[in-house]
């Protein structure tokens, strides 16, 4: 008994283009090529590039048919001739595919320079159509060079290649270049529903959303997916089918996770990771989707509208716009870039998912989630409770037996009866009429006045900076750098923020992940730059010290302890005592 097998066609060869207008997301090229059919002006060498499954080698076998076919209709191939049949089943030889990968030495180059020197068998041209063309080596590429220089009239090369900054520049001179962009997500979703209805496949449209985004931009990838994810028995495309096939993570649960880690629910977030690891979820694949998700919320957040380019449902995007504006810029970029870095380390890891659990447990300990519209409208208990412990502690300290308050000029500390005197130069004492000596009264009063009118200083030192008065006029200082044509500087500038003075100094911390911006001021031409447009502004002589938040603040910030407790207690409670 003769047994007949049924060869299996994969659905992206069943439904490989045809024609011209079967390429789908490529219009101005096609239309390029048409052109020259019509007119007869052919190229001999063509290069077309772009990312894999956007059409390049399907619109090469089209364009090789239609200039060969013994009857084309509106220079499209009748796929009905002799030769159209004979190309489209790979059994003419003056259409030849070759695939650069394997077949990248020179002895093969030097083969189909022997062979061109032949007229074809049954069309007007030979067309070799060089596949991954950038896998060739130096000597294959020197080998082809003499070729493209001075090809046979009958004979067209078509290049295709996903790296084209891997050729020679001495081949891309030669031949007219094509890019082939991603194929957007409507014309892959128009695509598969035309696909789906002709085999009569019932689908849902959440499922078709996920293949056409899951796709990145290559129709052929999308279908080598929907071919998975088609239950056949049943002839039914479901969301589920597609989600299982995939093993991504569905857009609720991201949703979920990000407001877990919002809300410092650690144990909320590690139990969507083991319910993902028990369904064969991939912790790789979760943490792209983590990214992609995060990078909508940073677009959302900054104002741009989704519903240009993304398919989600509206009313999950608008959940998504609410959630963005519970997040500061600050958290959401922070941890894109961190997971970026993580997806990289992931690649060299046995154990990826061990690393992003200890990712996400230092996410839950960060305490800049929360937007800063939403930090002005409550107060930070914990901060308060902070400022109060540290008076008591002040006050607690000082006893009866604390050093004069800091806050008092150097003069204004001198013993009484001292004054400015010479080195050697014995001070003599004076008395009134009554033998009263003068010199403690005279040094009282001064000491009064000096404490009135002479600035606060650090010992040895000279003055603070006025924190207030710099802070005030901070943001007519950025706008002046702006306008002084140093956008650069006040770019990375508006991200630090004044933390206090330290002697002559003021004192910019900058949040964790904005190192480049300290490290980049942190030079003396630009210090200079910026103390220039202080001083000018406010008419405050200071100097910049640059830290990251977090550091250990000098002792005595902006100031001593004393003055920072005189300035925070009410008005009227601290008496100041010469005795």
């Known amino acids: 008994m003769k047994v007949t097998i049924m060869a299996h066609k994969a659905l992206y060869r069943k439904w490989r283009p045809e024609i ?3 390429l789908i997301g490529q219009e101005p090229i096609v239309t390029t090529l ?9 190229a001999h060498a063509y290069l077309f590039t772009g990312t894999r499954g956007t059409g390049k080698t399907s619109t090469a076998k089209v364009f090789a048919k239609t200039v060969n076919c013994e009857n084309p209709a509106e220079n499209n191939p009748c796929n009905q001739c002799e030769t159209c049949i004979g190309i489209t089943e790979e059994k003419i030889m003056d259409v030849m595919e070759i695939d650069a990968a394997s077949n990248n030495g020179v002895e093969n180059i030097r083969e189909i320079r022997e062979n061109v020197k032949y007229h074809p068998s049954k069309g007007k041209y030979k067309v070799y159509i060089i596949d991954e063309v950038h896998m060739l080596s ?5 080998a082809l060079l003499k070729t493209l220089e001075e090809p046979p009239a009958h004979v067209i090369f078509i290049l295709a290649t996903t790296e084209p900054r891997k050729i020679p520049a001495t081949i891309l001179s030669r031949c007219q270049r094509y890019d082939f962009k991603p194929v957007t997500i409507d014309n892959i979703q128009k695509r598969l529903i035309f696909i789906l209805d002709s085999m009569e496949i019932e689908f849902e449209k959440e499922a078709l959303r996920i293949i056409s985004v899951s796709a990145e931009g290559a129709l052929r990838d999308a279908l080598s997916i929907l071919e998975q994810s088609v239950q056949w028995e049943q002839q039914r495309l479901t969301t589920e089918g597609v989600v299982d096939t995939l093993g991504i993570v569905p857009e609720e649960q991201l949703y979920e996770t990000i407001e877990a880690l919002r809300n410092n629910k650690l144990e909320e977030v590690l139990e969507v990771l083991e319910t993902g ?13 983590l990214i992609q998700y995060l990078r909508k919320l940073l677009m959302a957040k900054v104002g741009v509208e989704l519903e240009q380019f993304s398919t989600m449902p509206k009313d999950f995007l ?5 959630q963005s504006q519970q997040l500061s810029s600050e958290w959401i970029t922070e941890n894109l870039e961190g997971l970026s870095a993580l997806e990289g380390k992931m690649k060299w890891t046995g154990q990826p998912r061990i690393l992003l659990e200890v990712f996400l447990v230092g996410i ?17 208990v914990q901060e308060l409770a902070k400022r109060i412990q540290k008076l008591e502690g002040i006050l607690e300290g000082r006893g009866m037996e604390e050093k004069p308050l800091r806050t008092q000029s150097r003069e204004a500390t001198e013993k009484p009866g001292e004054t400015t005197k010479k080195p050697g130069e014995r001070k003599k004492p004076s008395f009134d009429a009554g033998g009263k000596d003068t010199g403690r009264k005279i040094a009282k009063e001064e000491k009064v006045q000096k404490k009135e009118s002479v600035p606060v200083k650090n010992p040895g030192e000279g003055a603070f900076p006025d ?35 330290d002697n002559e100094k003021l004192i910019l911390g900058f949040e964790k992940g904005f190192g480049f911006h300290r490290e980049a001021l942190d030079k003396k031409e630009k210090k200079t730059q910026i103390v220039d447009v202080i001083q ?44």
């Open 467 to 501: 924190r207030e008065k710099i802070q005030k006029h901070w943001q007519d200082i950025l706008q002046t750098l702006k306008k002084e044509k140093k956008a650069q500087l006040e770019a990375l500038l508006k991200e630090g923020e004044i933390l206090g003075t």
């Open 364 to 380: 839950c300990k960060s305490t800049t989630a929360l937007s800063s519209k939403e930090k002005e409208g409550a107060p930070d």
């Open 277 to 289: 690891g028990r369904q064969g979820k991939d912790v790789v694949h979760f943490t792209k989707d």
């Open 138 to 142: 130096q000597g294959a590429f020197n």
């Open 318 to 322: 608008e959940r998504l716009k609410v």
């Open 20 to 22: 011209f207008e079967d």
């Open 536 to 579: 000018r502004i406010t008419g405050e002589t200071v100097g910049l010290k640059l830290i990251m938040k977090g550091e250990e603040l000098p002792q005595n910030p902006g100031g001593n302890a004393e003055q920072k407790l005189v300035e925070t207690l009410p008005e009227g409670l601290v008496e100041f005592r010469d005795d």
């Open 34 to 42: 048409k052109n020259q059919i019509q007119s007869g002006q052919i």
